[in-house]
């Protein structure tokens, strides 16, 4: 499947965000993310032409797979919940963002514009947006996971091996263990009054 197909399911997936977010025609653009020293959190880059179209760009990271040979073997979705990101179009990119001046396997030259990842909205499923830095505050904070099925505890594995481990004394039955628990209750409450 080549790019252009990938990018295209990809869009294909962040349909009803758009619908929810009331955007008609977005410019949708797969891009990575990556680190660069100097520079705190991830960073991505827009190329000047994808800039000077004057419109919001809205973004999905991707990892790209790799061969032994360094060769691209394919392109997946660079965080599990797939979120959709928005830059919000700024008429001062050039002023405001480093460049870097390359060029393109054709030989032309280009300009591409490292922008901050914490300077981009994130598109939520209901269509509305937050700050990219709210995203991952949220993201942290996020419920974990429930790995078991109840939420009793397992008694069998819980508590029978703690009570195992508990030295009895031998002559001390049930009962005289229930009549020391209960004595030590009613020397906490005369304790309390």
Do not use: C, W
């Amino acid at each position: 499947m080549s790019r252009k197909e990938k990018e295209k399911e990809f869009f294909a997936h962040h349909m009803d965000k758009f619908r929810k977010a009331q955007v008609t025609d977005p410019f949708f653009a797969i891009k990575t993310a990556f680190f660069q020293k100097g520079k705190y959190g991830r960073q991505v880059q827009l190329f000047e032409g994808e800039l000077k179209r004057g419109e919001d760009i809205y973004i999905e990271f991707i990892d790209i797979m790799r061969d032994a040979l360094g060769k691209e073997t394919g392109i997946e979705h660079a965080f599990e919940d797939r979120p959709l990101f928005k830059y919000k179009h700024n008429p001062y990119f050039a002023e405001e963002y480093d460049v870097k001046e390359g060029t393109s396997s054709n030989g032309d030259n280009y300009f591409a514009y490292t922008i901050p990842l914490s300077e981009l909205m994130v598109i939520m499923p209901d269509g509305s947006e937050i700050t990219h830095n709210l995203y991952e505050k949220r993201k942290a904070e996020a419920p974990k996971e429930q790995v078991s099925l109840s939420v009793f505890p397992d008694f069998e594995n819980e508590f029978i091996p703690k009570l195992k481990d508990i030295s009895l004394d031998e002559e001390e039955s049930a009962s005289d263990i229930l009549l020391r628990i209960a004595a030590d209750f009613q020397k906490l409450a005369t304790k309390m009054k």
